[in-house]
Structure formats: structure tokens, C-alpha cells
């Protein structure tokens, strides 16, 4: 149980400004293609979207980091070695190509007061990290009126 109050998790997700993150597909009867309850509008280029990063441990929420651009190593990299400058603890991370890239696992390596916990492949939905993304996405869609920029967004992520 002592070990368990040790572990930090941690994960990224990418929120948009429009739910809409690729093809939308209905089902529609024949005619029915024209009906103005069987259309919708389309925002050019989603609207824009942030990636942020979290942790948390069975002591407390962790700091929320905002990601320019997408996760690579080196951010991931950036990202650790200013939120956890001393690595105490059991780090709780899934198979995302950039935890596994040869220049984080060698970091990990040289780095000994950092602790990975081993991670099963194919198992992204153990993270519980992931649950507290879901509530944030909530919240997101509950916002009246939404958000109507990127710029909008970050300002509340911040």
C-alpha cells in the first residue's frame, strides 16, 4: 500500500475549441440528405486546439502544463525535469512513442532516483489519468456560450 501512495500518474491530452476532430458519418434515409435537422455547420480547421499535460498522485492534483505544438521526447523531457526536479516517486506512464523514445528511456536510465513503473502494451484506458481529461472535456462542452477561439481556451487552461 506504501508503494501505491507513491506512484505519480501522468498523461497528455489535446482539447478543441469544436468537438469535431475529423469525418462526422450518419446514417440517413434516402431524401433525407437536404433536411435542414440532418445538417450541421462546419467550422474550417476545427478552430483550433491546446495539448496539455497532467499528473496527479494519491496525495494531490499535479501542476497542468500547456504543450506548444504535439508531445514530443524532448518536451516530455522539459516537462519532467521542471516539475519534478528531485523524481521522488513511482512514475506511471503508457506507451505513447515519445515515453518509449531512446533518448527518454536512456534519460530514465541515467537519471536513478526516477522509478517507472512497468506498463502492459495496449493498456492506455488503465491510466487513470484519463478520467480526469474526460471531466475536463466535459466541462468544456458545458461552457455557455463555448469558447470561440484558440486564444479563448488557453487563457482558461492557464
Keep these: 500500500m506504501d508503494e501505491w501512495k507513491r506512484v505519480v ?12 476532430d475529423g469525418r462526422v458519418r450518419v446514417r440517413l434515409l434516402p431524401g433525407e440528405q437536404l433536411l435542414p435537422s440532418c445538417t450541421a455547420g462546419h467550422t474550417q480547421a476545427d478552430g483550433g486546439s491546446i495539448m496539455l499535460w497532467g499528473t496527479f498522485s494519491c496525495v494531490a ?23 519534478f526536479p528531485t523524481g521522488n516517486g513511482i512514475f506511471q506512464q503508457d506507451n505513447a512513442p515519445f515515453y518509449k523514445a531512446r533518448t527518454v528511456l536512456e534519460w530514465f536510465e541515467e537519471n536513478t532516483e526516477f522509478h517507472l513503473m512497468s506498463w ?39
Excluded at 500518474?9 to 469535431?20: G, K, T, Y
Excluded at 502492459?120 to 455557455?144: F, G, K, Y
Aim: aromatic share 8%; hydrophobic share 45%.
Design 9 to 20: 500518474r501522468w498523461n497528455e491530452s489535446r482539447f478543441l475549441i469544436h468537438h469535431v
Design 61 to 83: 492534483l499535479g501542476p497542468v502544463v500547456m504543450v506548444e505544438q504535439t508531445m514530443k521526447a524532448t518536451n516530455y523531457l522539459n516537462i519532467i525535469v521542471d516539475q
Design 120 to 158: 502492459p502494451p495496449n493498456s492506455t484506458d488503465l491510466n487513470l489519468m484519463e478520467h480526469i481529461w474526460d471531466v475536463m472535456e466535459w466541462q468544456l462542452r458545458a461552457q455557455t456560450p463555448p469558447y470561440v477561439n484558440i486564444s479563448k481556451l488557453c487563457m482558461t487552461a492557464a
